[in-house]
């Protein structure tokens, strides 16, 4: 017998369909029912769950089929919503899917150039969550610092490239720019050894960037209609903000019409847009200042590089050669353009039904929450300063903290002690009420946060003698946690939870001033049951919210913010109770100005101010 009769075949059998039978014209045909009945059932799953999941994405949003075949072969990313809180409920959704398009919204952008400005001892901390943010929407923009760098796949330019050597040579503002370039590795690493304090530095150096990313600007992106100026921690608005430019236009043609708008401000008198505000140009004003073939024109940064070095600000030097050159004002559009945050707004009659265009400060925790905000908010309409209020600050409100600056100092009561008062500084001196128009309770505000508490909750209150916890602060400190004989950082302990916040619900509900055990929760109420009469204002004439005691020194405040913590003793020391920066709320005022106020009838559009 030959021997390869007995060889083992190459490979076992395939226990796959072989070849011939798919070639077979009838086992295909056998195939096409089951094909049909998957295709089918598919189908039918789609439209199912586009009638039972309507919302299953962003609130609002087209949901094609094309998304949900998409969607459907990729991983789900829904997630809960932490903005989705009490007193959120009504405002946004309780979950979304994140594998959506987050720019299937986004306004168009055509004619509106993004130019941010940074720094390189930042960009790398700073200018991250922006691109995965906002940014990631935006089909052009700009980023200029004061470093050529690279970030992932975003180039990032540096402002100061057409300074002249001899500036950067013998100028001590350019310390930090020829630090920066020398460094071998990263920039953090050198500037533990920067000889100087690198934020001041850097704020130096600043001042020089802003005409030379103009000038630059208009060499790489000319022509647009508007150019928007912004800082790192700069968050704009895109819908308010192109809705405004679209439907309410400043000027009729920004390619015609010079204009130059912003929040202003006065230095040295000179107004100016505020940078970190964010600040528009419009194309016409932005050529006519560097984009002109004259040496004039090209000279100009360079011009001002030798001005700048004996003032203070990029953003007033920018103004200052805008008016030289070409006669323009600043139009002034505050509260739309903003320098403060949520938690920092004057929330109140000047910031309420107003748009919010810009907010600065924002750190970069700040920039994610808002942008998750935008994607997940029930509704599209305008966003209102009233709406950031709901949204971030109302569930937190409660009546009083400890280590805490709500930022009250509207009006102040200082102890006339010498030792105290003169070591104020001139502007809270200023803001002192006269002695001669004091009433009783104001007179005694400055002895103790229970006496300061006590110029809100008595306002519009005939001031007669009443037994309550200003004349005993003893009993309002142990109420509200603080003793004299323990340390301070334990304070307060009985404060009421954040559910019981101004305004926490959507619709006001604050702790009834009826409620026998509303002491024990942390309210400003007297020692005794008898509740004091209704003040006589009107909630809407209310002047005082809010107050903030240290040191024998009480402000009051004729909005309501949540502020910032602040805490004056090294962290390994224990405070003293006359050191606690403390702060509280009049959240029956609160609750009764919002009522008062009602809704907004419709947003309250800035008209530009040239000033």
Not at 172 to 177: G, N, P, R, S, V
Not at 275 to 302: H, I, K, Q
Not at 338 to 347: L, S
Not at 367 to 381: G, H, K, M, P, V
Request: hydrophobic share 35%; proline share 8%.
């Amino acid at each position: 017998m030959p021997s390869d009769a007995l060889a083992p075949p190459l490979k076992p059998p395939s226990p796959r369909v072989s070849p011939r039978l798919l070639g077979n014209p009838y086992y295909r045909r056998s195939l096409r029912p089951i094909l049909f009945i998957t295709v089918s059932c598919f189908l039918v799953y789609l439209f199912y769950s586009e009638a039972q999941f309507p919302q299953r994405t962003i609130p609002g949003a087209s949901d094609s089929i094309s998304d949900r075949i998409d969607s459907f072969f990729r991983a789900s990313l829904l997630h809960n919503n932490t903005l989705y809180q009490k007193g959120t409920e009504d405002r946004v959704a309780k979950d979304f899917d994140y594998a959506t398009n987050p720019c299937r919204d986004f306004p168009n952008t055509d004619g509106i150039l993004l130019v941010l400005k940074t720094g390189a001892t930042e960009v790398f901390d700073k200018l991250p969550t922006q691109l995965i943010t906002n940014l990631q929407c935006l089909p052009d923009f700009l980023v200029f610092s004061d470093r050529e760098q690279q970030l992932g796949r975003w180039h990032i330019h540096d402002a100061l490239e057409g300074v002249s050597d001899a500036v950067k040579a013998h100028f001590t503002d350019f310390d930090l720019y020829r630090a920066q370039a020398e460094c071998p590795l990263d920039q953090k690493t050198c500037l533990k050894t920067f000889h100087g304090q690198v934020g001041r530095a850097a704020w130096a150096l600043d001042k020089y960037k802003f005409l030379h990313i103009l000038q630059r600007t208009w060499e790489m992106r000319p022509n647009q209609s508007w150019y928007l100026f912004g800082e790192a921690d700069t968050y704009f608005v895109w819908p308010n903000l192109v809705h405004w430019l679209r439907d309410r236009p400043p000027v009729s043609d920004p390619l015609v019409e010079p204009a130059y708008i912003g929040s202003a401000a006065m230095l040295a008198g000179i107004p100016f847009a505020h940078g970190g505000s964010g600040y528009l140009l419009s194309g016409a004003l932005v050529r006519d200042l560097v984009g002109a073939d004259t040496e004039s024109s090209r000279n100009l940064p360079n011009v001002y590089d030798i001005k700048a070095r004996g003032h203070c600000c990029g953003d007033q030097m920018l103004a200052k050669a805008i008016l030289e050159r070409l006669r323009v004002k600043v139009q002034h559009v505050h509260p739309m353009f903003n320098g403060e945050k949520p938690a920092t707004f004057p929330y109140g009659h000047t910031h309420w039904c107003d748009p919010v265009l810009s907010m600065h400060h924002m750190e970069p925790e700040d920039i994610s929450a808002l942008w998750q905000y935008e994607q997940t908010r029930l509704d599209n309409s305008t966003i209102l300063m009233k709406d950031l209020y709901y949204a971030f600050i109302a569930n937190k409100m409660i009546n009083y903290r400890a280590h805490w600056d709500n930022l009250s100092d509207d009006v102040c009561y200082i102890d006339p002690d010498p030792a105290i008062f003169n070591h104020l500084d001139d502007k809270m001196k200023r803001r002192q009420k006269k002695r001669s128009d004091l009433n009783r309770i104001e007179k005694e505000a400055h002895k103790s946060v229970a006496h300061c508490a006590k110029v809100c909750e008595y306002e519009g209150l005939p001031v007669d003698p009443v037994e309550n916890e200003a004349e005993n602060p003893d009993i309002w400190t142990q109420q509200h946690g603080l003793h004299g004989d323990q340390d301070a950082n334990s304070a307060p302990r009985n404060n009421p939870t954040e559910g019981e916040a101004a305004g926490a619900s959507g619709s006001p509900s604050l702790v009834n001033s009826n409620d026998p055990g509303a002491q024990q929760k942390g309210t400003l109420e007297p020692r005794d049951s008898i509740e004091p009469p209704r003040p006589r204002i009107h909630p809407l004439d209310r002047k005082c919210f809010q107050y903030r005691y240290h040191k024998g020194v009480c402000c009051t405040s004729r909005s309501f913010k949540l502020g910032v913590p602040r805490r004056d003793a090294k962290a390994h020391l224990p405070d003293k109770l006359e050191d606690v920066w403390q702060s509280g709320w009049h959240l029956q005022g609160i609750s009764d100005w919002i009522a008062a106020k009602g809704e907004c009838r419709e947003p309250k559009w800035k008209v530009p101010d040239k000033l």
